[in-house]
């Protein structure tokens, strides 16, 4: 195996993953939060919109979704926390970004620890750059799994291990 060879097939990797068109779901029971959030993000990503915990699950299962933002406080009988669980067993890959009108440390700490990849504030919506930060280090990441993935390939097939 060639430098060259491993540089190609690395580029072809970020090559597929920088042109897949990501799809972002907002899951929020407040049209305005929702409208918000899609204003800030829709230029640079499809968007997807649902209000309750059936219609995100929905939406979900049929699409190709790259991206959660997910309020904590649904007004429906089932929460967000309720979502973010469900949507981890569904597929713990896709990162979650919580939203919430408050911010409760201890609220956070819980979502962290049940697989959301990070945490807004709905007052930092003002702010695009905060949204947009969040959002590229969610990509950022997903695209250093598929990198470390295309190296193990190559590395597995034409370096095995023996012992």
């Known amino acids: 195996m060639?430098?060259?060879?491993?540089?190609?097939?690395?580029?072809?990797?970020?090559?597929?993953?920088?042109?897949?068109?990501?799809?972002?779901?907002?899951?929020?029971?407040?049209?305005i939060t929702r409208t918000a959030v899609k204003t800030l993000v829709s230029n640079t990503y499809s968007v997807l919109e649902a209000d309750s915990y059936d219609k995100a699950l929905d939406l979900f299962n049929r699409n190709n979704i790259s991206l959660v933002i997910l309020d904590i406080y649904l007004?429906?009988?089932?929460?967000?926390i309720d979502l973010l669980t469900e949507l981890n067993k569904l597929d713990s890959t896709t990162p979650i970004i919580?939203?919430?009108?408050?911010?409760?440390?201890?609220i956070i700490v819980k979502c962290i620890k049940l697989g959301a990849y990070d945490y807004i504030t709905k007052k930092d919506l003002i702010n695009y750059d905060e949204l947009s930060i969040k959002i590229q280090?969610?990509?950022?990441?997903?695209?250093?799994?598929?990198?470390?993935?295309?190296?193990?390939?190559?590395?597995?097939?034409?370096?095995?291990?023996?012992?």
């Open 2 to 31: 060639t430098l060259s060879y491993l540089f190609w097939y690395i580029a072809g990797v970020l090559e597929g993953f920088y042109m897949k068109q990501k799809n972002i779901l907002i899951v929020d029971d407040d049209p």
């Open 75 to 80: 007004k429906c009988f089932r929460s967000g």
């Open 98 to 106: 919580m939203l919430s009108a408050a911010s409760e440390p201890d």
């Open 137 to 163: 280090n969610c990509f950022s990441k997903e695209l250093d799994k598929l990198a470390l993935k295309g190296y193990e390939k190559i590395f597995d097939d034409n370096y095995p291990m023996i012992f």
